[in-house]
Nanobody, 123 residues
Framework: QVQLVESGGGLVQAGGSLRLSCAAS????????MGWFRQAPGKEREFVAH????????YYGDSVKGRFTVSGDNAKNTVYLQINSLKPEDTAVYYC????????????????WGQGTQVTVSS
């Protein structure tokens, strides 16, 4: 099992930027695929981004392509999500999650989740 702790959320104006971090501890971090998801009030949890440590495979959800960038630092056991050109519709709780296999875009294939960090974008 991996313990995940997100940080970096906050209140920003539209057009601004934030950098979210997800620190992992526990089992061998480098063997996992890491995902970012978000959930707005009353909506389903949505896939945002994925990074695979073994092969460096990176994927993004359609709604964030071109604005969000996922990266990782193996030495620090930390994954980052740089979010630029924020829009009010990006307001949500952002979660990072670890998977041991399965589909990178499916939240049900992720086994370990952080507590989430709130991102609020004002217009």
């Amino acid at each position: 099992q991996v313990q995940l702790v997100e940080s970096g959320g906050g209140l920003v104006q539209a057009g601004g930027s934030l950098r979210l971090s997800c620190a992992a501890s526990g089992r061998g971090f480098s063997t996992y695929g890491m995902g970012w998801f978000r959930q707005a009030p009353g909506k389903e949890r949505e896939f945002v981004a994925h990074i695979s440590w073994s092969g460096g495979r990176i994927y993004y959800g359609d709604s964030v392509k071109g604005r969000f960038t996922v990266s990782g630092d193996n030495a620090k056991n930390t994954v980052y999500l740089q979010i630029n050109s924020l829009k009010p519709e990006d307001t949500a709780v952002y979660y990072c999650a670890a998977r041991y296999g399965g589909r990178w875009y499916d939240r049900y294939d992720y086994d370990d989740w952080g507590q989430g960090t709130q991102v609020t974008v004002s217009s």
